[in-house]
């Protein structure tokens, strides 16, 4: 109950700094000001997620693309041989009293090095048979030294004197009695590819089959594949005449 003048009641004001020093117990405000920093969760959109995620799927793309070429360069393949030209110089068979062949070729082989590297090869190998039987065998042992995807000519002689037909007598008469006789080659280049460090043995084999006209001592047909293909090569294969 009031009685007399109204009665009030005196407050100290507040202190400037909503959030004084708990530890101080003094009236006066913190004299430092403070700042409130409000952290908010980090938030990515969907298409900020959708973004990096073909970035990374680029970025793998073009690493594959990288490897594959890489592998395509340095990957070692073998030397790839065509039977550049061929000669006749000479056959002549005798029928009596045993069938006696006398026979020669000059070949020329094209060997192209398919490599990013230079290849080395030591020999060139010809050799020449009749029905599936082996007549005669020639090794040159000229050997060279081609660039990184070049070419090189190499240059072979296989002559068969006074080779006795046995075994297969009679068809061989019968090839004479029609003029032509067919014959199979095969040609073989070895060598070895410098890889770095590393040295890679390659080798290539081309098989042809030659028909020769005994009459004109001429090649009129042959058919040529490699050997590790079913593909024909070497249509167009310059045919030399030989001596008659």
Do not use: W
Request: aromatic content about 14%.
């Amino acid at each position: 109950m009031m009685t007399g003048k109204d009665e009030f009641v005196s407050y100290s004001p507040l202190p400037s700094n909503p959030n004084p020093n708990p530890n101080s117990y003094s009236q006066y405000p913190n004299p430092y000001p403070q700042n409130v920093v409000v952290l908010l969760p980090s938030y990515y959109s969907r298409f900020d997620r959708r973004r990096r995620r073909c970035i990374l799927y680029s970025a793998g793309f073009f690493l594959f693309l990288l490897l594959a070429a890489a592998v395509f360069i340095l990957y070692p393949s073998d030397p790839e041989i065509r039977l550049a030209r061929i000669r006749l110089n000479h056959i002549g068979i005798r029928t009596s009293p045993k069938p006696i062949l006398d026979l020669s070729f000059s070949i020329t082989v094209k060997v192209r090095n398919r490599d990013f590297f230079s290849l080395s090869y030591h020999s060139l190998a010809v050799s020449v048979g009749y029905r599936g039987r082996q007549l005669g065998f020639v090794t040159s042992s000229a050997g060279g030294r081609i660039r990184a995807r070049g070419s090189s000519y190499v240059d072979a002689t296989l002559t068969v004197d006074g080779f006795e037909v046995i075994y297969d007598a009679f068809y061989l008469l019968e090839d004479i009695a029609r003029g032509v006789i067919p014959f199979d080659t095969d040609t073989r280049v070895e060598g070895k590819l410098g890889l770095f460090f590393f040295s890679i043995p390659l080798k290539a084999t081309v098989s042809c089959e030659v028909y020769v006209n005994l009459n004109k001592q001429t090649i009129v047909r042959q058919d040529c594949y490699p050997e590790s293909l079913g593909d024909p090569l070497d249509q167009n294969t310059y045919i030399g005449v030989g001596d008659t």
